[in-house]
């Protein structure tokens, strides 16, 4: 499988990883994945609106021309409208800029959620001693962040603080800069926690390689 992130990339945060975990106590993982769902409503939602769009259209021209109104004409409309819902339908597969116009807010929400849920427990981020773990994804299609610490370490990390860590990684995140995110989500993330730190770092329980997900 192609990665998302090359060699150069994983290796640089793999160290900033361990760097923050010695100061801050906390086992944390990153996880890279392309879209947390395949939205097959996408395509269909784009066809439905680009076909209402043409077919209206073409409804006034009727209107203001009725004179042209003929068997022919009857037909070309017919093709002009379902050819412009395809062409929406097959741009959303094609153009992940364009089928994010088609993504309900509520719904990603939910699918990034669901999805770093997923991981955390498939994962097992949760066998740690001190019930430490704490999950960092990145969405790419939906451009979304989401942090799952876990009862250990959840007690050190505000809603406001990870609110503020989501936002600090959001303008990175959509000009493109993957690794700047991640970077820019860790440093905010070793601030914060570093603050609350008691001791020393216990023993490396989570492996530090990022998960990754591209779907083919």
């Known amino acids: 499988m192609k990665h998302i992130l090359n060699d150069q990339e994983r290796g640089q945060l793999d160290r900033r990883i361990v760097e923050a975990e010695k100061r801050t106590g906390a086992q944390i993982v990153l996880a890279v994945v392309e879209r ?10 784009a066809f439905a609106l680009a076909a209402s769009f043409a077919g209206l259209v073409v409804f006034f021209q009727a209107m203001l021309r009725p004179e042209w109104l003929t068997h022919t004409a009857v037909l070309r409309a017919l093709a002009t409208t379902l050819a412009a819902g395809a062409v929406c339908a097959f741009m959303t597969v094609c153009l992940p800029w364009f089928a994010r116009f088609f993504l309900n807010a509520h719904r990603k929400e939910r699918e990034v959620r ?39 370490i959840s007690t050190r990390l505000s809603r406001e603080a990870m609110q503020d860590i989501i936002s600090l990684m959001t303008p990175s995140l959509a000009s493109g800069s993957v690794t700047r995110a991640l970077e820019e989500g860790l440093a905010k993330l070793e601030e914060i926690l570093a603050a609350t730190a008691t001791g020393e770092a216990g023993e490396n329980e989570l492996p530090d390689e990022i998960i990754e997900e591209k779907r083919s």
């Open 36 to 45: 947390s769902d395949s939205y097959a409503e996408i395509p269909w939602k």
């Open 114 to 152: 669901q999805h770093a849920e997923s991981l955390f427990l498939s994962h097992q981020l949760f066998a740690t001693r001190k019930r430490s773990g704490i999950l960092l994804l990145v969405s790419l299609f939906e451009r979304q962040v989401i942090i799952l610490p876990d009862t250990g």
